[in-house]
């Protein structure tokens, strides 16, 4: 096992870092769009394509395997099948043929929550195409995060949004779902509003309420005023200071984060 | 491939593969999607029936929906994944039977399980896109609970265990389609029916007969074509009507919401309720009649139901 994190650390500082091609030991063959790429291996699919030249405009967002922006469709060698994942999760296999997902054209309809009922009959109000659903389960098949998909369409068409809420928890709405799904739906659209639903009719726990009347009472204003009127440098300086004082960063990475803070999505 | 020829042996039904549910009075059920939102009423009163009579019903772990309108083209085997895989989770459980309630349910996973049991081929296609799943082997019996009420339970038991006759109530008893057709899957003669009408006798009521019981009531034209299913509805209704009726029981919840409302109500005809046999049989076996869900109908059975002093 050290073994193979040496070897991905050496691989990723090519990309990285930008060390020469020289160093680097292990190299797999890769087809971005149907054309064929020399890069290392060990990568994920992400640094691949930016180490073959490609730049993201779409495609791309946390790089943590959390936002679902960067879902890839691709086919390894000898296998039929059509494979899903995120390229920021996923490495690099020698014969790979990848392509990058940029956006999902589902349709998003508009509802005032305040508006509908908490039950099935909103769901199919808005996405009727939930009651095409063939069982197939290909949707779960296609989820990078693995959740049982299909499951939550079932149960989003007997109209139980806590059993939705439950399954779809982990949804980070890359899509993937949508573009297999032979019934059209929208699973991500789907499961969104019933956690919607669902979390509207949840009773507010009695610290929430607390806070909120903490807050109304003008507990954090003077707080707030002082870091508003601050400048951009006073503020950079407290963050470092503060997370030095709680042990979280150390004085090399606090100026790296905050040069970084945009996030690169 | 050796596995083609397994799969052949092994769906062939009626020989190797006797019914292996583990206890005889327990036993799981398929409520499908309508019990669990239009139709709770008939969910929750099937359950207090059922353990009335000594028997439990479970429910079937991780179920999809039946697939709702069978599908009559040979080819078309993706809309006989749904049926087959709530097959497969009663495999799983180890059980050789599944009780349905609804009526279509009933009759989307009966003729499916036909339907994949009669082409090796066929099953051996599914199974081949269901890789995820183990492979459904065939031999589960679906059942309608009207079946397991007659057959297992049985109309004397039934009416040694009634705590509170419904003598004196007149009951249209409405079979609709899918009971009954197409025959392979009828639950009993599909010309003359009479499991409803022994049932609600066992429990003391008055069975009346009606020309249109065995009549669809329009069905999914509902939808689109309002006026087939209305037209459909008064000539059932009203003949429910003439032969003296005073609520209609179904075992369907389509047909349910559409003979509450497409009923032509005029001054000189009230409108007759239209109640689960389940919310009958469990009010007669003792259950309490504010247990029963009969507030979730649409056209309330009570004022009749009071009459006789039963709720």
Known sequence: ?265 | MPDDTRHASRVTRHDTLSPITHHSSRIPYFPGCALKDQARAFERSAQLAMQALGWELFELPRWNCCGTVYSLASDDLMRHLGPVRNLVRAQELGEGRLVALCAMCYNTLARSSRFVEADPERLRRINAFMDEEPDYRGGVEVVHLLQLLRDEVGYGEIEAKVARSLEGVRVAPYYGCMLLRPREVGIDDPDSPEVMEELLSSLGAEPVEFPQRAECCGAYQAVSRPEIARGRVQEIVSSARRAGAELIATSCPLCQFNLETHQNVTHHSSPIAVVYFTQLLALALGVPGDQLGFELLRLDPRPVLSKKELV
């Open chain 1, 1 to 265: 096992m050290p073994e193979i994190m040496d070897r991905i650390k050496e691989a990723n500082q090519a990309v990285t870092t930008g060390l020469d091609d020289s160093t680097i030991k292990h190299w797999v063959t890769v087809y971005i769009m149907g054309k064929g790429y020399r890069v290392p291996a060990d990568i994920t699919i992400m640094q691949a394509m930016e180490y073959a030249g490609y730049r993201f405009v779409r495609g791309a967002g946390c790089r943590a395997g959390f936002c679902g922006a960067c879902a890839t469709v691709y086919r390894t060698a000898g296998d039929w099948r059509l494979k899903t994942a995120l390229a920021c999760q996923t490495r690099v296999e020698d014969g790979m043929y990848l392509v990058q997902i940029p956006f999902t054209p589902a349709e998003k309809p508009t509802y005032d929550l305040e508006k509908e009922p908490p039950d099935g009959t909103t769901l199919l109000k808005y996405f009727p195409e939930v009651a095409r659903c063939v069982a197939c389960n290909t949707c779960t098949k296609a989820c990078p995060q693995d959740l049982e998909m299909m499951d939550a369409i079932q149960a989003a068409l007997r109209g139980d949004l806590e059993e939705v809420t439950e399954l779809s928890f982990d949804c980070i709405q890359c899509g993937l779902c949508a573009m297999r799904c032979p019934a059209e739906i929208t699973h991500y659209h789907v499961t969104q509003l019933a956690r919607r639903l669902y979390g509207r009719t949840l009773s507010v726990p009695q610290h929430v309420l607390d806070r909120v009347a903490e807050i109304e009472a003008g507990k954090y204003e003077d707080e707030f005023q002082r870091l508003m009127s601050m400048s951009r440098e006073e503020l950079e300086e407290l963050y470092r200071t503060e997370q030095r004082e709680k042990g979280g960063l150390k004085s090399r990475d606090a100026s790296r984060v905050t040069r970084n803070g945009q996030g690169e999505g």
